[in-house]
């Protein structure tokens, strides 16, 4: 099955700097690539998204970038703040009806 | 439009003992699946259920077992509870055969095994 690695598994920034996570997945039929955000106590919410058949993608401060080649993608949040701060989680997804395969997570802390 | 509800939100239960969670789906959403996330780790997948019946499954024992409505409502039993089982369940809901087939999650239900 898929294996999705996630690094690193904490990262301080100040704000308004950047943050980048990254994650590596095994399975080359994996083609959908989601990444969530979880708040202490609340539930994954998706922030951003990315196909296998896209290179890159952005919605305001946050970008994701995928290199099928390398099965790799990363997530980059620019102009970090605060509220930024909460455990971010990558996933992999070989089919639209398939299971989602989480990396152990990032915990993001934002220093005001 | 009413998200993805889990209930109940906390339970304690004691080794050896059987639960049972519930997941109503977002609004129309026929697809549901399971995930076990324990402390300081990303969600496991243990199954997913699609017109009331398991299309796939996670590695887990056949101690979890699950059951999905004609509503599309699910339900996720534990058997012969460990200390192990103790965790966060998330039911996430999705729509098969649209797009991306996004899911939704739900608040979860934290389950304690003494």
């Known amino acids: 099955g898929e294996n999705v690695e996630q690094h690193p598994s904490t990262l301080s920034v100040q704000e308004g700097d950047s943050a980048v996570i990254k994650c590596t997945y095994s399975?080359?039929?994996?083609?959908?690539f989601p990444w969530y955000k979880q708040e202490l106590g609340k539930r994954p919410q998706l922030i951003i998204d990315?196909?296998?058949?896209?290179g890159e993608k952005k919605d305001q401060r946050i970008a994701v970038t995928l290199n099928k080649t390398a099965k790799h993608f990363s997530l980059h949040i620019t102009e970090t703040q605060p509220e930024d701060s909460a455990v971010y989680f990558c996933?992999?997804?070989?089919?639209?009806?398939?299971?989602?395969?989480f990396g152990r997570g990032t915990q993001l802390t934002v220093w005001p | 439009d009413a998200g993805v509800t889990q209930s109940p939100t906390h339970l304690i239960k004691t080794r050896g003992q059987q639960v049972t969670l519930r997941c109503s789906p977002k609004?129309?959403?026929?697809?549901v699946s399971w995930y076990q996330q324990a402390l300081g780790q990303g969600p496991q997948f243990i199954f997913q259920?699609?017109?009331?019946?398991?299309?796939q499954r996670g590695n887990f024992p056949d101690r979890f077992s699950g059951h999905q409505f004609p509503n599309y409502s699910s339900e996720l039993n534990v058997n012969a509870l460990l200390l192990g089982d103790s965790a966060l369940y998330l039911c996430?809901?999705?729509?098969?055969?649209?797009?991306?087939?996004?899911?939704?999650f739900g608040e979860g239900s934290r389950l304690t095994v003494l």
């Open positions: 259920y699609y017109e009331e019946e398991e299309r």
């Open positions: 399975d080359s039929a994996s083609n959908y």
């Open positions: 996933a992999a997804r070989g089919s639209t009806l398939g299971r989602l395969y």
């Open positions: 990315i196909r296998s058949n896209v």
């Open positions: 609004s129309g959403h026929d697809t």
């Open positions: 996430a809901s999705s729509l098969t055969g649209q797009g991306s087939g996004e899911l939704f």
